[in-house]
């Protein structure tokens, strides 16, 4: 019996994953669509996608899961390496991830606001700081932008 009361105290002190991150989300400008999916956080992992409709095409698969140093967003970018970023800030509906030593970005930033999740992407390029920001409308899973 004690066994199982400090296994449940052991559960609840670790840092809740971003559940609230859960669900398909749509940025529609003239002639681009920018959509980003999360699964909920069942089985102690979350896993995204997201895919950029446009002039150019790009996608990204994504996982949030617990780590030896714990929650990281690992980014598994179109025609790029992977890359593992660290948690440095998690709040009830903001999480903040970072890795120095990748080449850009070295911060990406997720936040919700009612039916709006804002990601953002952060660091440097030759030297000089660059950032890029979307705000995703919740959406049913089907849902397109009009291109």
Known sequence: ???????????????????????????????????????????????????????????????????????????????????EFRAIENADLRIVFENTGHDFPNRITYRREADHLIARIEGTVDGKPRSSEWTYTLSPLKALCPL
């Open 1 to 83: 019996m004690l066994k199982i009361v400090l296994l449940g105290v052991s559960l609840m002190s670790e840092p809740a994953l971003p559940n609230w991150m859960a669900g398909h989300w749509l940025q529609c400008t003239p002639g681009r669509e920018v959509s980003e999916t999360w699964t909920d956080a069942r089985g102690d992992v979350l896993l995204g996608m997201s895919k950029t409709l446009g002039r150019r095409t790009s996608w990204e698969f994504s996982r949030i899961g617990r780590g030896s140093e714990g929650i990281s967003f690992f980014a598994y970018p179109s025609n790029q390496r992977p890359a």
